[in-house]
Structure formats: C-alpha cells, structure tokens
C-alpha cells in the first residue's frame, strides 16, 4: 500500500490504468458477468481506487476483450468457430451477441464499482468464425457456403466480412458505454495498429497500444510513426520498469513479463514518441496480489518527469513529413487471417521501408489508403514496396498526383489495380508499368541477384524483374565480372511527374535474410585477416543495400529534401510543426544499450560525433534555438536553407525554427 501510494504521490500519472476482473494484472473482484480466475484477490482495485481518490488522480480499467473466462457453457456461443466448429477460446465472434449480452454488461459492471476516467480494451482485433450464426449470414450476403478460403480473392471475401462485424461490434461497445457514462474515454487497443490497417473511427476517443514494450527502439519508431497520422489522438503505453514482478503469472505467460530494460531506452522509447507528437502512458504491471515494485516509483518519477519536460513542446504536432510509405489495404484485404502470420508479413515490410528511410535521415509517414489520399497534397514522393494489389481508387489517386508533378517509387513489380476480391493475372498494372520475372547474372536465375557496389562491397539487390516499357535507365546493373547485366532503376514519365521504378525485389532481400546468418564466425581474440574482413563486407548486405536504397529515395525525391546528414543511421529526424514553427527533433536510437536481437543493427553505439544536419525550410528564418538539452548549438543561415550543429545529443534535442510556417505553407 505504501508503494502504491508513493507510486501515485511521486509519478502523478493522468490517467492510473488498473485490470479489470479476469485480466492478468490479477484483479478478480466479485462479478455478476464473469466468473472470476482462481487464485486472483480482488481487494486491490478498491486500494487503488480509494488511494486514486486521495491523491487527486483520474483512474483508467484495462479490459481484455479476449479474456476467454466467460462463464456457464452457454456462454461458449459467443466464441469463434473453427471450420470443424470446434469452439476456439482465442476469440469472440462478432457477428453473435457477444457485445450486448457479455461485454457491454460487464464494461458496465467495471464502470459503475470503480468510475474509471477512460478503458484501454486490449485484444480487438477482427477473426475468421464459422460459426452457424456466421455461416447463415455469410450466405444471406454473398448467396455462397461461407468455407475455409482457397485463395486470395476468397481470403479478401472472408476478411471483408469478418472486419464488418468487427467494426460493427466495436461501435455497439463504444455507443452503449458513452450513453452510460458521456465523459468515458474509450480506447480500443489494436483497432488502429499497422497491421490492420483500418481508418480510425469516432467510436475510438484515443489510439493506444502496448506494442512499443518490445525493448526495440524500431518498432518504437515505427508505431509511433504509424499513430502520429493514423486518425485519432495517439496515447502509447510505456513499460516503465525494470525489474521484474517475480510472481506473474509466468505459466501462462511465460515470456509476457519479461522485458527489463535500463533506463535509457525507456527514455529513448518515451523521446521518440514524443518526438512524433504522440502522447505517453506509463504501463507497469501489478504482482498478482496488486502491490509494486520497490523500484517503481524510482522509475515512473523519471520518465514521467521527462515526459513533461517535454510534452508542451511536442505532444498534438502536425506531422510535416512530404514522403508517404503506403501500407496496401488490397494486400492486406488478400492476406490469409490477418490475425494469423500472414499480416506480420505485411507488417514486417512496411517497417523495413520505415527503417530504410528513417535512417537514411529521409522523414517519412507509413499511411494506409484512406489516410493517403486524405494526405496526398502534403507529399513529394510515395512508396510503394513490393505491393501486389492496390485499390483502384487509391491507383487513381496516386496517377493524379504524379500526373500532377508528384514522385512515386514503385519497387518490385508493378502493382495491379483491382478491388481485393476481384484480382485476376490481366488485372491493369498501376500506371501501365509492366515487368516480367528476370533471370539473375551467372547460373542462379532463381535467387538473389547482384551489383557491383563501392569499391568491392557487392550488395545483393534481390530477385531481379525486367522491362520493355519505355523509360530512362538511372542504373544498371553490373555483375562481378564487370559484364552489364540490363535495368537496375528506370524512371518513366507521367504527366509532369515521375514513376521511379526499381526493377528488383529487394525489400524482400532487405526483410528475409538475417543479417547476422550471413556473418562469417570470429572467434574472440582471433585476428581478423584482411581477406576476411573483405569477405565480411562482401557477405553483408543489409547496411549497404538500405543505403542503396536511401539512395535511390533520393533520387526519386529531388531537390524537395527536408533533411540532409551524414550522421550514424541510428539517430532519428522527425519534421513536425507547432503554430508557425518548424521543429526538428533528433532523437538518438543509440543509448548505448540493444537487446541482443539479430535485425537490429546500429551501425555506432554509442553515439559520440557531433550532429551535423541540414534542414530546408520553407522560408528564411530569422531565429533558431534548441529547446531541451541546453547545448549550445551553432548554425549557418543560406537562403532558406540552414545547416545546424549540435555538439552533443543526450537522447532528444529539438530544433525550432521559429516563425517560417507563417506564409500558410502546407
Ligand atoms: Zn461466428
């Protein structure tokens, strides 16, 4: 009690989430809806609420929509169905009154006993359910059996469907809490997060998500990336501590509980969503009899005091980002169950493009369809990786806006335009652009292929594709032995814009192959021969093709840059405004500690150099100054350019150009 206490006294969080009954998290207070689990007390949500009421803070519930504890076996109709019609405990389905007779009374049950300010529901996400009530209604729809998908047009039928009674389901929740309580602030955890893809609703008051509590600083960036424009206020919950609660319930989770980390990265995590506008919950779990950590409060106060050293200066920023990585609703729509593997695959992707360009230094936002085109106007250049299938709409959208003067960077094969379900082999390709698969240089037609790249460092480009449309040749292809091997970067007029095209899969060689499996072995001690070093360079492909490829975004880009640095690829720049201010945010993604994981690769830990940057602006500015770390920094002015000098960067310092917004420039 005391913990908790000084928790709240010391932290003062906004909002104090707690888990409501059946949630791990412990909770397990006496409930009419649901039965509660074994072995859980139920005394601490009142502790927390009575201590809340003391000190003047706002509580929040964290509700599993998930949570498969629903009580007498008639209640098993609200779960999904596999195709057999086995109930699966890993979700409700939609389409069956699980919302009004389960989870409405039981989110009504929570709010009346303990007045929480706001829900974070976790787990809502859509799910394939052939149950009869699915079935029949399946039917009545699409007049076809509703059966397991034998194909992608099938799989973009049956995600359709299952997404309708998702969102449906979801509004019912959010219309029935807010006439129960119009001040509630709802949050539905994954109803917003990249891999669904999904335009933000008014049901949802906030996005929020435990995702970033990976102990990698990409994903990080990559979220909050994602959320500074995915539709609704975004609000990421931080894992803020770093010991860890030794009796969680590790049985049924055992890896859940397990993400210590120092106390640099929180702040690096915590920096970087600022950085991007977004807000920042502090996340921790209760041991399972609802007390804390010694070492929480320590922690909490930390981040929480940095959080506010900052969040008037950065939370609610529009972005200003001019080149757009476009997550492919069609793709998605054709994926098998998106809740399954298949949509990390997608997910996998649009982060490897976020990662390429984010450290190349080349500001960047990752939208779905609808926020593209919502956005078009703001953008110089989009990318468009390896996507199979674009909607037609959204071709349409993006053929204007190069017809217009704008850029696109089409790598892989083109994409075809056709609703998700209606795809065939002579669907029109986006923009007419037409390749078919080449063979590689030598005898390996099937697999990687590969250029000469800087003084003998070879870079694998991937599987290589070939075109007999019209275009400029920017590279070309170049095999070891020096013989030309065709087309490596073409460009293709249209109207008064380009389509740059990379005629090579390589965001596929970027994501698939593990970076470190291409390492030769050292041992410790052993002296590395200059052959070998060579032969490492050689090997590795992953640093020199996401240069390769931040190069070509470059390219592709022109003149319309808004940074240039040759800093480590580890530091980040977000361009965002405030009022009429241009701020630059640089934040260092190299604290000095990564998790062992084999994708990340920094190339500099820890960051030592000065950060050297230049920034065009829209207008000349008069006056510049840095807002957080109280370094002197230096800076030149040329017309509307200006180059900036930090001496050294802590972990978050921003660069305000005051006033160059002014002239309404969007
Ligand atoms: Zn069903």
Not at 190 to 208: E, I, M, Q, V
Not at 239 to 252: K, L
Not at 580 to 594: A, K, M, Q, R, S
């Amino acid at each position: 009690m005391d913990v908790m206490r000084d928790y709240v006294r010391s932290v003062r969080p906004d909002v104090m989430f707690a888990p409501a009954n059946g949630c791990w998290g412990y909770a397990a207070y006496d409930s009419q809806i649901m039965p509660s689990l074994e072995g859980y007390r139920g005394d601490f949500l009142n502790a927390w609420r009575k201590i809340c009421d003391e000190e003047g803070v706002r509580m929040g519930l964290y509700i599993a929509s998930f949570n498969g504890n629903w009580g007498p076996p008639e209640k098993r109709g609200y779960y999904i169905c596999n195709p057999k019609g086995e109930v699966s405990l890993g979700g409700a389905c939609h389409n069956s009154p699980w919302a009004e007779e389960y989870f409405i009374p039981f989110c009504k049950e929570a709010m009346d006993r303990f007045r929480p300010a706001a829900i974070w529901f976790d787990g809502t996400c859509p799910d394939y359910c052939y149950c009869g009530r699915c079935k029949a209604r399946f039917q009545d729809l699409f007049g076809k059996e509703l059966t397991p998908p034998t194909n992608a047009n099938e799989n973009a039928r049956i995600n359709e469907f299952a997404e309708t009674a998702f969102v449906n389901a979801m509004k019912k929740i959010s219309a029935a809490l807010k006439a129960h309580d119009p001040k509630i602030m709802l949050c539905f955890s994954h109803a917003f997060t990249d891999p669904w893809l999904r335009k933000a609703g008014d049901y949802a008051d906030y996005s929020g998500n435990d995702s970033c509590n990976t102990a990698s600083l990409k994903t990080a960036q990559f979220d909050a990336t994602y959320r500074s424009t995915c539709g609704v206020p975004s609000n990421l919950w931080i894992f803020d501590q770093t010991i860890i609660n030794q009796d969680a319930d590790t049985e049924r989770f055992p890896t859940f509980h397990l993400r210590p980390r120092p106390l640099n990265l929180i702040l690096a995590e915590a920096a970087c969503q600022l950085a991007h506008g977004n807000r920042v919950t502090l996340w921790f779990c209760a041991n399972q009899n609802g007390s804390l950590d010694h070492d929480k409060p320590v922690v909490g106060k930390r981040l929480a005091e940095f959080v506010r050293s900052r969040a008037a200066q950065c939370v609610g920023n529009e972005s200003m980002a001019n080149v757009a990585i476009l997550g492919s609703q069609a793709d998605n729509m054709r994926l098998p169950n998106r809740s399954g593997g298949g949509i990390w695959g997608l997910t996998k992707g649009l982060q490897a493009q976020h990662e390429i360009l984010s450290m190349n230094h080349i500001p960047c936002e990752v939208v779905h369809d609808d926020t593209l085109a919502e956005r078009i106007a703001r953008y110089d250049l989009v990318i468009l990786g390896e996507i199979e299938v674009l909607l037609p709409g959204t071709a349409e959208v993006l053929a204007s806006f190069v017809k217009q003067g704008g850029a696109v960077f089409v790598i892989g094969r083109a994409p075809l335009v056709a609703p998700p379900t209606m795809v065939e082999d002579k669907s029109p390709t986006f923009l007419g652009l037409i390749s078919t698969p080449a063979p590689g240089p030598s005898a390996t037609p099937w697999t990687r292929s590969y250029r000469r790249y800087e003084d003998g460092v070879v870079t694998y480009v991937g599987r290589l594709r070939k075109t007999d449309i019209d275009c400029q040749v920017i590279e070309r292809l170049t095999e070891p032995n020096g013989h030309d091997a065709g087309p490596l970067f073409v460009r293709a007029p249209q109207g008064k814009g380009w389509a740059y095209w990379l005629l090579a899969e390589s965001l596929s060689e970027y994501v698939e192959i593990p970076y470190k499996s291409l390492q030769p072995a050292e041992t410790e001690g052993e002296k590395v021969s200059s052959d070998k070093r060579l032969r490492k360079q050689v090997v590795a492909p992953h640093p020199h093709l996401r240069k390769f490829l931040g190069q070509l975004a470059r390219i592709a880009l022109g003149d319309r840059w808004l940074i240039e640095s040759d800093v480590p690829p580890g530091v980040e720049f977000v361009v965002n405004r405030r009022d009429n201010d241009l701020l630059v945010h640089v934040v260092n993604h190299v604290p000095g500690y990564e998790p062992e994981r084999p994708e990340v690769f920094f190339d500099e830990a820890p960051l030592l150099a000065d950060i050297k940057f230049k920034v065009r602006l829209p207008a000349a500015c008069k006056s510049v100054k840095a807002l957080f770390e109280g370094e002197a920094i230096s800076f030149s002015k040329e017309g509307k350019m200006c180059q900036v000098c930090i001496p050294r960067l802590r972990l978050h310092e921003t660069v305000s150009f005051e006033n160059v917004l002014k002239e309404g420039f969007v």
